[in-house]
């Protein structure tokens, strides 16, 4: 997967949203002194190589009504962390599936999944059929619902181009 | 907390969440399949803008791909909490921050250009808090996102 500067500047440039005028590439390429054309296909490249998974509205699923976002993690012995991971994504309402490092002794836990639900009931009725159907239910684990929110926007891994953005 | 929205409002966030067209006038294609102007679109998505229905139109990037983060997680006695929490978002680099019910009870994710830009944050929130930082980083990623269903 070839990334180079120009794209990571392509992508710092995302990170604030693409903006809303008729031709949102074209501005997006005078930020970065590049054609509308060639910011298409720098984008339609990056979708085609996995490096951007999805371009579309990023909506907040608190504002849609997702309110109960819960971080299950288990502690499952490595070797089968890889087979139980597929069996937990199979189930349309984990939304995000994880391998992360052990912190003993303050963290246990390897395996993490989210489910987004919307209301506390129903995710944690969704977890025990993720337990049983998969066989995660021998394993230590724990369900780490979110409380406030702090602070939700796009990742930047790169320092965006001072740049006006909006309405052109 | 739940946001109601129109029949429009509705298609447009169901079908954009993935589909968006990646043509020179994307919004204008997005209005013509659903039978209205390009203005009336703009509207719509400027609209749930400010409603923070979304966030923006953009890309999701895949983990580890482009620079380099992590999640991090902290013990705040809950007395303090507000005030860590806005040291911990007061750094650019932080872009979702949020309580946990757990013993570590504060959740963060820290992107940066490289590892030693994600680390540096956190040794920084570290000596500004004085709380130690757990860093998680991610190792597998076994699932992508691929965007909210409005009608589960």
Redesign the interface.
Known sequence: ?L?DGT??RL?GA?????P???????EVGRWLSLS?GQV?SR??R??GE??????????????????S?A?VVWDVPDPLL?GL??K??QFE?????????R?LP??PYNLFCMI?G?DRQTVLNQLKQINKETGLQYWPH?V????????????????APELKRGAA | ???KFNTLEEK??NK?????P???????QIAGQLGIT?ADL?DI??NL?D????????????PQ?????T?A?M?VPKHR?GKV??V??SF???????????Q??L???V???DDAGVKTVLFEIEKQTGIEV???????????????D?K?
């Open positions: 997967m990334i794209d990571e992508l995302l990170a604030d949203g693409l809303l005028c008729p031709r949102p590439f074209e509308e298409l984008l339609r990056l979708i996995g490096v951007v998974t999805r371009f579309g509205l990023i909506v907040r699923h608190r504002e849609l009504g997702y309110t976002n971080m890889v991971a597929h937990a994504i309402f984990v939304t995000l599936c994880y391998e992360r490092p912190r303050d963290w987004h919307k724990d780490l619902f979110s409380g406030k929110r702090f602070k939700q926007k796009g990742a930047r891994y790169h320092a | 907390m739940m946001t447009v966030l954009y969440q993935r589909d968006f990646l043509v020179p006038r994307p919004y204008d390009e703009l998505l400027g803008q409603r923070h229905v979304i966030g923006r139109v953009g890309a999701v990037v895949k791909t482009v620079g380099a983060s999640l997680a013990r909490l929490a806005s911990v978002s650019e680099a932080v872009n979702h921050n949020y309580e946990r019910e757990h570590l009870n959740w963060f994710v992107t940066a250009a757990i860093d998680l980083p991610l190792q597998t990623s076994f699932h992508i996102d691929l965007g909210f409005l589960c």
